[in-house]
């Protein structure tokens, strides 16, 4: 471990656990056996008893440039040194105005215009709103339906549950919004297990949307969501011609199609975001996580010029979207931002995982054989080793490996039997050998 870090206080282990209440977390269980990361730099964390762990994760799928970027911490004391808040209610800062402009340069046209949150969750939140109040000021205000997908993860607001497809993140929170449908999702072991690159079959799933059409009347829906590539449902890849296919129906129905790019909207999939990658554009995206290497908490929806210009083409000379938060465009945020920015500029950090593709791939695929590893998929930098089930105890297999990881020094986590993957995008070859040595070590230990 290098002085710098040995220097670092890493006497913080609280003696009282009671009082916080940690999220998405057996608490109970945690709280009887816990861990504490102290300190991150580069690819690697640091626990409080100074064990040093490869982050297979980017953190949560959001430190693409790695940990302790000092362009962004510099950036960060910076901006709290001028300027630490101003909000921008009919007000403005220049950073908001800059970070916007140059976002714009890097996604894809027509996507030019940037409504600025804290979260993906709020990202999500504030997509399906302008969706609603798009549809209602261009005089199709009976669209009021909003369609997600299976197995789709869109964080937590009430908006994002509902049109969100995992079980157990809906089953305790009541009826939610009404008026939301879900299309089918796309994860087909039995016939695309161990596919290189995009699954060969599926794209006829797109179809599911046709079939909502059908049966609620396309006036009555107002836009679709999904993720180009399942995340949280454990890196579901879109079928080839799936995407293009949702989005033919969309453009043929008046359905606005919202991408949600919260995790691949960063140079996670070796371009800008997976809708440049795939060639398929949608009309409003979210992001989060990555904009500012996950320093700041922030998010971005970007809009298209057509869903722009109808809330500008508004009679009311007045507040155009009655929406926004007290944080959106925070000053000290854009400038984790910009300074983000300028890295993944220098480094050429979003299509890193383009050049990564192969080797991570072939590694990924070399625990084809290994025992109980019944699907390998991966895309760029993002994948997931899917491990069969105990009898009777889903998801105690990937808990056990994820946990057995840790200890032989990789950070990773488990979703059910899968144990998935997004390393920060610096990672090198031989530190992509080493997770994947690793998982087969913990895999052949956990049994
Ligand atoms: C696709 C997607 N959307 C939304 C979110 C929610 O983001 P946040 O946790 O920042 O609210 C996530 C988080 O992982 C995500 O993966």
Redesign the pocket.
Known sequence: MSESIKNLNHNLVPDNLDSYWMPFTPNRQFKENPRFIVSARGMHYFDSNDHKILDGSAG??CVNAGHYREEINTAVQEQLSSLDFAHSFNSGHPHAFNFANRLVQHFPDPLNHVFFTN???ES?DTSLKIALAYQKAIGQGSRQRLVGREKG????GFG?VSVGGLVKNRAAFGMLLPGTDHIRHTLDIERNAFSKGLPPHGAELADDLQRLVELHGAETIAAVIV?PVA??GGVILPPQGYLERLREICTENGILLIF?E??TGFGRLGATCAAERFGVIPDIMTT??GITNATIPMGAVFVSETVYQAFMAAEDPGVELSHGYTYSGHPVACAAGNATLDIFEKEGLFTRGASLQDYWNSAAMSLRGTANVIDVRCYALMGAIEFSSRPGAVGQRGADIGKKAYELGLWCRNIGDSIVLSPPLTITESEIDDIFSIIQAAAKAAG
């Open positions: 949560l799928w979260s993906g969750s999500v993860y869109h964080g937590m994002g993720e995340g949280a949600d919260v995790i989060a996580k």
